[in-house]
């Protein structure tokens, strides 16, 4: 992945993450590399002092923000910034001296933590690859992560085409359709404009019906279906505990239960904490319909086996009374 991901692997991405790890005062959960942090390591490393032209594109002239001193970059968009730069400079000619011109400035940046001349950050980082945020900055992620929870739970706040059937909507409405994306369904192609306009509405009509439809069932009933889903866990868990009652398969359903939910928890978390600094048209509460769809299909997989636990709980304890009675 490094070799094509020019952006957060490879030596540019490591030259970003060691961006973030400097201590700065100007650091926020928007702003993940403060214009002082870049600053510094142009002053500790003699590699990029040699390239006054990137600088000037990367800070003073860069065709993303203009320059950083007026308007730091906000969340990871460096990554996107150093590439531009490097070519702007006139430095690219192949991959191979990109890459080792980062290398060379990572080593410097390293010996430079190692030293002392540069200060690593104190706020809590969940990968390098992100900003750090302080206690309260992570508690101010609430609202964000609600929200992920509330889509993956029950399709919250989801919305529909305002004119069913038709795709040229999109290139004037932008309109968040229910898979929270600007999507265009069954054909993958714009037909809606020349010779083809109203080709296929029918069967897409019918597809955004089923879909519109299939997403109020789970606004309905989602809650519900979570809840006993809870409770199917908590049965599964009493049961193993019970030795006399404790099977592998139990276990397992258990073990996998639990994953589920961890992995939602850090799907949605992890989003929330990536989100938070975006912006129009859907800014961060738009975004977590899209980069948190991971979350859904744990919360459904958590919901067969919670469901199906609960099932044979209830079914056992009737069981039970069947017996006595008899």
């Not at 003073?60 to 203009?66: L, V």
Request: charge should be negative; charged fraction near 20%.
């Amino acid at each position: 992945v490094y070799e094509t991901n020019t952006r957060t692997e490879g030596p540019a991405g490591g030259y970003a993450a060691r961006v973030y790890r400097i201590a700065s005062e100007n650091r926020t959960g928007q702003i993940w590399a403060p214009t002082d942090a870049i600053e510094k390591t142009f002053e500790v490393s003699e590699t990029l002092k040699s390239a006054p032209e990137f600088r000037k594109h990367l800070i003073d002239e860069n065709q993303w923000s203009g320059n950083l001193h007026d308007t730091p970059i906000r969340g990871d968009f460096l990554t996107w910034m150093i590439p531009d730069a490097f070519a702007d400079a006139g430095m690219w000619e192949t991959h191979q001296k990109f890459n080792d011109f980062f290398e060379a400035v990572n080593r410097e940046l390293d010996e430079a933590f190692a030293d002392g001349r540069l200060q690593e950050d104190d706020r809590i980082q969940i990968v390098g690859m992100s900003g750090g945020r302080t206690p309260a900055e992570i508690r101010a992620l609430w609202p964000l992560a609600l929200n992920g929870f509330e889509n993956a739970i029950f399709y919250y706040d989801y919305a529909y085409p305002t004119n069913s059937g038709r795709l040229d909507m999109f290139d004037n409405e932008m309109q968040i359709y229910a898979s929270g994306v600007k999507a265009n369904y069954i054909t993958n192609m714009y037909l809606d404009a020349g010779s083809f306009i109203g080709y296929f509405t029918g069967e897409r009509r019918g597809m955004e019906l089923f879909t519109m439809n299939l997403i109020r069932v789970y606004q309905a009933t989602g809650i519900p279906i979570f809840l006993l889903s809870l409770v199917g866990l908590v049965l599964c868990l009493i049961r193993i505990f019970h030795k006399q009652k404790r099977t592998k398969s139990l276990v397992i359903q258990a073990v996998f239960m639990l994953t589920m939910l961890a992995t939602t928890i850090a799907v949605i978390v992890g989003i929330s904490w990536f989100v938070d600094f975006m912006g129009p048209p859907g800014g961060p509460f738009g975004a977590m319909k899209f980069y948190a769809v991971g979350a859904v299909p744990c919360v459904v997989v958590f919901e067969v086996l919670g469901l199906s636990n609960f099932y044979a709980a209830c079914t056992a304890r009737r069981s039970r009374k069947i017996n006595e009675t008899e």
